[in-house]
Every structure is written in C-alpha cells, then in structure tokens.
C-alpha cells in the first residue's frame, strides 16, 4: 500500500487532467450502458406495445447519434490527453530518479552496472507510464459498467441475474492466482531484459578493446547467453499469460452458455421473456467487455508495479555522501590541506589507508608515489568526498571538509585524470563544462594556456568541431589537453593530477607536462606519478606502500635515503637506458 500510495502521489500535478479523464471515461462508460436499454425498449414496443411511430424512432436515433458523438470527444479525450498525462508522470519520474542518481556517490556506481541503470530509467518507466494512463481510466471504466450492468439486469431478470454473476468469483479467483505467478516472472523478465542492456552497453562501450583482441566472438556468446536467459523468462511468462487468457475466454464461454440455457428453459417457464433474454445477452457482452479489460489490465497492472518497484529501489538507496544540516559555504579558499589520523576502507574489505598525517600548505605540490595498491588514488579521491573517511579527519584551511557543502567544495577542487572523459559534443561545450557561464573568449583563453589552442584551431570546425562519444576523434595529449583546459577555466584553488600523463606519448607527454606545470602554479597540488621523472621538483614527494607512508622529501633527500623510492627512481632510469 505505500508503494502504491507514492505511486498516486505522481497523480497530483495534474489532478484537474485526471479528474477531467475520469469524468469522460465515466460519460462513455454510460453511453455503452444505454444502448441495450435503448434497444430492449424498441423491442418491447415492437412486440408488446403496437409498434413505436416513425417519429419516436427517429427521435431515439437522432438522440442515440448524438450520444456516440459525445462518446466520441470522450474517447478522444481519455485516449489522446489521457495518454499526456501519463507521458508527463513518466516525464516526472525519470527526472526523479535522473536527479536522484547524480546524488549518490561513487560506491553506488561500483557496485551497479550502467546498462542495468538505463534499463530502468528507459524501459521501466514506460511500463509505468502505460500502467498511470490506463489503470485508473479501465478501473474505472470497468467499476461502472459491472455495477451498472448488475443493476440493470437486477431489474430486468433477479433470478437470470444471480445465475450469471455466480460465475465471477470463481473467474476472479482464477485471475488472482494467474496475477501473483505472472508478478514473479515479469521481475524476472525486467531483470534479464536489464542483464541484457547492460552486457550490450560494455560491449558497445569497449569495441576497440574487443577488435583489437578479434573477440567478437567471445562478446558474440556473453551477449547469446544473457539473451537467451531473457528468451526463457519470456518463454516462461508467455506460458502462464496462455493459461490465463485461454482460462479467462473459457469462463466467458461458460457464461454465455449457461445465460442462453437459462434464459431458453425460464422463457418455457414463462418468467423470462423474450425481450428479456435479448437484453440480457447484450449486456452480458457489455458485463464481459469490462471484466476481459480488468483480466487483460493485470497484465499491464504487473509490469507497471514491478517496474515501479524497480523504481523505488534506487530512489529509496540513500546518498552515503551528503551534506549537513548546519554545512557552509566556502570563501576565498586559500588550498590548505591536512590528513589528521585518516583511515579508509571500501565496506568490509581491509583497510587502504590507515592513520595517514599530512599538511600541505597553500601553494605547494605534493607528489604521491608507490606500488599500486598504495591508496594513492585513493588519498585523492577522498579530499573531494567522492568517498567518506572511515577514521579521522581531512581539513580544508582548518575546516573539516564534512561541514563543507559538497558544491562548495568540489568547486574549489580541479581534477586532471589519466583516463579522460569528454562528453559527445563540440570541443567549446567540453571546455566550458568547466565553467558553463564561461565567455568565448574566457573558453579561448584557457585552450591557449593548455596549450591547446593551436590544434583546435587546426580542426576541421575549430572550437566547434564534434568530438566524438568519449572524445574519440582526438588523440590521446589532445583530450587531455581539453581537460586541462577544462580545469583552467574552472580556476580551482586545489589541484589534483591522477597519473595525467602516463597513457602519453614522450612528444605528447613533455607538451602536456607543460601544461600541467602552468596548472599548477599558485595551486596547492597533488600529483600521483608514474613517471617519477615528472616529479623531481615537487616539494615534497610521499612514497605509499600497503603498510602507509613509508618515505617523505623531496626528490635528492629521498634519492640519498637509498629506499623505496630509490629503487624505483632507478629502476625507471634502468628501463630508459
């Protein structure tokens, strides 16, 4: 019931469209109910009363036109605005759980697959969007002509009456039992159709990976087995949909059967009459039209709800990662930085990092360096909170970063990864994403200190030239001096570099190197290095291992100690020799 509740609290931006549907669907409903009426009076007055003038017959035609024509801007009505209305419930609810998504933080995404998300936000809600449109109008719809139909045949025959309804029960038991089997299976379905988009999306996403290995056929068999596990749920559910529409159309077999039995032996017995009989069957018809809609309307009833379902279980997954109450906002950051007894782990895994102390003071670059698995990135990753520390505290100018608002502090935080991400669009839009406001001029401006300004200006369209999905009509040092330049129009006070030039060429490298080193200037810094070549002027360089920091200096004093850093300084001079 709550999970229904929430789903009419959709309904109540557009409660006068609803009301207004609802009033249409009544009026055609009615309609439908007065014909047999209509019919069952002219048969009467043919064979019992004399006959019905011309005039009166043409009367009631006139009149029963002018009844379909309403029934007509009804239908009009409930099918075309009915249908709007629920396109902007489903409108509202993918911006819902749009605006939801870009909330949670990373650990989300670790853990869920991005094809498997858009199967939610895209077929999902289209379920939905059927099920908010259709439900309540044929609920509705089928309440009035059932109970309508009901009553008039009470009316006409109490005993025909009770005989024919005897049968809806058992037909509605049979529903009930069919619905909660055809509920499990359509979950199922949503789950493997989701299995589906997702191995379609890696697949897509890494075909250059997959061609440069010739494993198309590797990716052929993952995509045929997701498939055909999705084939066998539907195989499934197309099995107990034919049970129960072939049930269902016996039952309403076995309803005209018996009202036509009935009627013929009670007409022997002089209780029913004719016309009776007649009236009787047109609106058995008009009894079984609403009862088939309601059993063909679970069907739809049970997709919608379990894609609703689905739904509200990511806009239900709380952000792990959120603001305070009493947060505030940052001014002029000065770029201070300061680990106090800072630990971190990923869930229930081993600690990463443990009781890191650091203090890196306005302006000054700092340089991380170690085996993988040192907790490098990880170091860097939690000073714009984009994970939370397990233990202690990091402090931006003195300010423990939790009672920062999360804008706040992620707009005074530029970030230069290895792998570069640029959206689908021109080289101007993924510039600007750094500052959205941004003039041409300011945009121009950051390209030139990137060093990027020449080789945009040699595109085919310059600034405006479309790069690609993730860039890929660039070369590796041209995106990457995209992004710097993205970061230089964003002007942060603090500055990360996540291995930014290690995927690089040497030419692309010492360009890009360049670029950096303008970045950074005035920034406090931190900068993971591979290549430890790049870091010589760092004031300071600390050496990670899995057991923490086991080295800190500067570049000669580390050389001197003759440690780990040593050995890995000389283990890159070795490989350049």
Partial sequence: MGKLKRFISYYRPYKKLFILDMLCAFTAAGVDLVFPVIVSFLLDEAITGGGASVGLIIRIGIGLLVLYFVQYGCNYYVNAWGHIMGARMEYDMRNDIFNHLQKLSFSFYDNNKTGQLMSRIVNDLFDISELAHHGPEELFISFVKIVG???????VDWKLTLIVFAFIPPMTYFGYVYNKKMRSVFMKNRQKIADVNSQLEDSIAGVRVVKSFSNEVIEINKFNKGNKEFLHTKEESYGYMGKFFSGVALFQGIIYVITVISGALLMKTGTVRPTDLVTFLLYINTLLNPIRTLINFTEQFQKGMTGFERFLDILDTEPDIVDKKDSIELKKVKGKITFKNVSFKYDDSRYVLENINLNVNPGETVALVGPSGGGKSTICSLIPRFYEVTQGQILLDDIDIRDIKLRSLRKNIGIVQQDVYLFAGTVMENIRYGKPDATEEEVIEAAKKANAHDFIMELENGYDTY???????LSGGQKQR?????????NPPVLILDEATSALDNESEKIVQESLEK???NRTTFVIAHRLST???AKTILVLTDEGIAEKGNHQELLNNNGVYARLYNAQFSDVN
């Fill in 149 to 155: 139909s009901f009553l008039i045949l009470l009316n």
């Fill in 467 to 473: 790069v690609g999905e993730r860039g890929v009509k």
């Fill in 482 to 490: 995209i992004s710097i330049a993205r970061v230089f129009l964003k």
């Fill in 519 to 521: 970045l950074s200037q």
């Fill in 535 to 537: 870091i010589k002027n």
